[in-house]
């Protein structure tokens, strides 16, 4: 018999005696045909395996997972005051997260992470078979695999997730480093309070960096991440606080297992309690209005986009310095907002608003900023606006400027001492637009030197003198000391401009006056110093800061006269005098603008500068409206609240700081340091001359041309001891001629309309339409 016949006649003898077993023994497979079935289903399975793992991409990352809000800090670079952006995560590196809590998150969530392939076959069986039993859902999922699922994919409960989940987690592993893999995971890990990412736990339950993080605490946000919400000890049931606790022991307890903690030191580590849930830290209160400063800052001065900022995850460490922000608060509720009654005044105390910035003169630091009581309640930031005059405070722009051009338009020099003309509504000459702008209250000064005019704000004086130094020196000088050329109301076309129809914000302001205070370097005020941010992949972007050089503004002795002079504007006889309750060396003016829409005192200190102006809004319109009755004073000027709160501020501000002397070089001979004592009015003939006098200049007098109608003016009240119809002086002064008051019915009625920088039909300015 052959071997072909033998085989045939085998199959033949298990065929018959197949047939001969009962029925559903026949309908049972053989092990032939079994084994052959699992062979090829593994096959196909391996191969259908094999095509997944190639067909299945790593996908790009989800919106939600690369989220990430900016974070705003003080000064000191640690305390908080904002954080924006509609997620709560701020990416760190490996590197800033310690090892123990490192090691305490592998422990509690995957303790073969640093020998497996990304997935854990065992781990997933276990967690199937416990799912089975009815021990709940248990996903045995990896760090790796949790990783993905934040980071590429959904917190979707499906088998098309998971399966992507467990191919993309292979691939990442092969593609990344375990801690590039471990960093992922506690940034894009929720931890309960609305935290995402480790960084942002670490400030929600301890209140500190992740840098900073202890064994215990480490262990702590590590036993959180199974259950974040309910394992919060603070808030948990009594049985959810034991599970918590439990949980933190079992991260422990790996930790020794796994040999990255002693016995020794797992038995001496205590449950270290977390700190109560925190408000998140939005923008309400002042906070909007810093963010909105820094944002200001970043974007004008190119250092990056409003898309890149916009985006998020940036650090962001302020200039602020959290004490003087909250001085500059505190000041404006006690001098200006205790004295309103809405209910008794609601037509005159409602509306009011300060606009306040405060600059260090020797490097441009933006110290603090008021632009406004709450951000929540009004989000417009008044510090940063453009759209209210400055009036009075622009004189010492025109005196710089005279003194740069060292001669009037006949030729001769122009020093402060040089002697004006102070009659009231004395027509303006050589100007390009007809100007009699009215002195506060109507009064004639007669005689008077540039100095006593700054002292006692004299409207006409300023006025010559703006158009005799020259109107287009002037604006150069204006934007040379920090005023943007892009305000308006500074149009050299329009002889108005000298007395203050500029539109800079609080902070332009504080930052023209540092320059003066910096002996007239200038430094474009600045907010941020430093700005870093963690990408995914743990590299850090640090875009370079611009450089702070100051610049030559204006001369030295230019800067130090100017400064000499408002020195006197800071005593009893200047509009100033409110300041002199600081206690110390200060120099600044004063600025009321025509029918009382804006005041304003800008002043500083050898060591720090400060502009505060007050204004009323209509809140639906934008209008301005007078401040004349606010607070019940018939009208409100720069030396009133805006004065007293600048002088309470400031008095916090350099509260424990030593007292510093102007140190000035006006060309005078005084080269050294100054003794802070208010300066004399200079002395002076006694006989009124036309401007300017020929007695100081040797200048001939001008003609002046005939009455033309007035523009309307910048204002200011006189100082406490300044001559007025209410407050006349009984006996002549021997430095400086006595004013005298004129009536004024035969004089054109004064437009009721504010100033603007656009000229109107008589060719004068008029003010901004609001």
């Not at 071997?3 to 559903?24: C, F, M, Y």
């Not at 020797?362 to 400055?390: C, E, H, M, S, W």
């Not at 300066?679 to 300017?692: D, L, Q």
């Amino acid at each position: 018999m052959t071997l072909s016949t033998r085989r045939q006649a085998k199959r033949a003898a298990r065929r018959e005696a197949r047939r001969a077993l009962p029925l559903w023994r026949r309908l049972l497979p053989t092990w032939r045909i079994t084994l052959g079935t699992l062979t090829a289903l593994l096959l196909l399975a391996v191969g259908a395996f094999a095509v997944l793992y190639v067909i299945v991409p790593v996908p790009d990352p989800n919106a939600h997972a690369t989220a990430q809000n900016n974070i705003y800090l003080y000064a000191d670079g640690t305390t908080e005051i904002a954080r924006t952006g509609a997620v709560n995560r701020t990416d760190v590196t490996i590197e800033q997260i310690p090892l123990p809590t490192q090691q305490a998150v592998v422990s509690a969530e995957d303790r073969t992470f640093y020998q497996n392939r990304g997935i854990d076959l065992r781990g997933m069986a276990r967690a199937g078979w416990n799912t089975l039993l009815g021990k709940g859902m248990q996903g045995g999922s990896t760090i790796t695999q949790q990783y993905v699922k934040n980071y590429y994919l959904t917190q979707d409960q499906t088998f098309e997730r998971k399966g992507r989940e467990l191919f993309i987690a292979l691939k990442v592993d092969q593609q990344r480093s375990k801690n590039e893999i471990l960093a992922g995971y506690l940034n894009s890990s929720y931890f309960g309070r609305g935290a995402y990412g480790i960084q942002s736990a670490a400030h929600a339950y301890y209140g500190v960096d992740v840098s900073q993080l202890t064994l215990g605490q480490g262990a702590y946000l590590a036993s959180l991440l199974q259950a974040p919400s309910l394992y919060d000890v603070r808030t948990a049931t009594p049985a959810n606080r034991e599970k918590a606790l439990a949980r933190w022991n079992y991260a422990l307890d790996g930790m020794v297992q796994l040999g990255f903690l002693t016995s020794a030191d797992r038995t001496a580590t205590t449950f270290p309690e977390p700190i109560d849930p925190q408000p998140a830290t939005g923008l309400a209160g002042q906070a909007g209005y810093l963010v909105g400063v820094a944002d200001d800052y970043l974007i004008s001065s190119g250092t990056i986009d409003a898309a890149t900022l916009k985006a998020g995850g940036w650090r962001i460490t302020t200039t602020f310095d959290k004490p003087r922000q909250d001085a500059f608060v505190k000041a404006v509720q006690s001098e200006l907002t205790s004295e309103l009654d809405p209910k008794a005044r609601p037509a005159t105390d409602t509306d009011v608003r300060v606009a306040g910035a405060s600059v260090e003169p020797a490097t441009g630091r933006v110290i603090a900023v008021y632009g406004g009581p709450d951000y929540a309640k009004q989000p417009f930031n008044d510090a940063l606006r453009q759209d209210n005059q400055i009036g009075s405070t622009f004189k010492p722009v025109d005196l710089a400027a005279g003194l740069i051009a060292q001669h009037s338009v006949d030729g001769r020099p122009i020093t402060t001492e040089t002697r004006y003309d102070g009659t009231s509504e004395r027509p303006v000459t050589g100007g390009p637009t007809p100007y009699a702008p009215p002195n506060e209250d109507d009064v004639d000064y007669g005689n008077i030197t540039l100095r006593y005019a700054m002292v006692k704000s004299v409207n006409s004086v300023y006025a010559q003198e703006g158009v005799d130094a020259g109107l287009g020196r002037v604006r150069d000088t204006a934007v040379k000391l920090g005023i943007p050329d892009s305000v308006r109301g500074m149009d050299p076309a329009n002889t108005s401009m000298t007395l203050g129809t500029a539109t800079p914000s609080a902070l332009d302001l504080a930052g023209a006056y540092a320059t003066l205070a910096n002996h007239g370097q200038a430094h474009t005020p600045w907010s941020v110093q430093k700005l870093e941010r963690v990408n995914p992949g743990g590299a850090i972007d640090v875009p370079k800061m611009p450089d702070h050089k100051a610049t030559d503004a204006v001369g030295r002795t230019v800067a130090d006269s100017v400064t000499d002079v408002l020195r006197d504007v800071v005593s009893p006889r200047g509009t100033g005098a409110a300041a002199l309750d600081l206690g110390r060396p200060a120099a600044g003016k004063t600025g009321t603008t025509d029918a009382n829409l804006s005041a304003w005192f800008a002043g500083y200190t050898p060591e720090l500068t400060t502009t505060v102006g007050l204004f009323r809004e209509n809140p639906k319109t934008h209008a301005k409206e007078p401040l004349a009755g606010t607070a019940g004073l018939t009208r409100v000027n720069g030396g009133a609240f805006p004065t007293r709160i600048w002088t309470d501020y400031m008095t916090a501000a350099l509260n424990g700081t030593p007292t510093q002397q102007f140190d000035l070089q006006t060309g005078r001979g005084d080269q050294g340091p100054d003794t802070w004592t208010p300066t004399a009015a200079p002395s002076t003939s006694t006989s009124p001359t036309s401007t300017p006098s020929t007695a100081t200049t040797g200048a001939p007098a001008p003609t002046a041309p005939s009455h033309a109608p007035s523009a309307p003016a910048a204002t200011e009240q006189p100082g406490p001891d300044a001559p007025s119809p209410q407050n006349p002086q009984p006996t002549p002064s021997q430095e400086q001629p006595t004013p005298s008051t004129r009536p004024t019915p035969t004089r054109p009625a004064r437009p009721s309309n504010p100033p603007t920088a656009t000229t109107g039909p008589t060719g004068t300015a008029t003010a901004p339409a609001q």
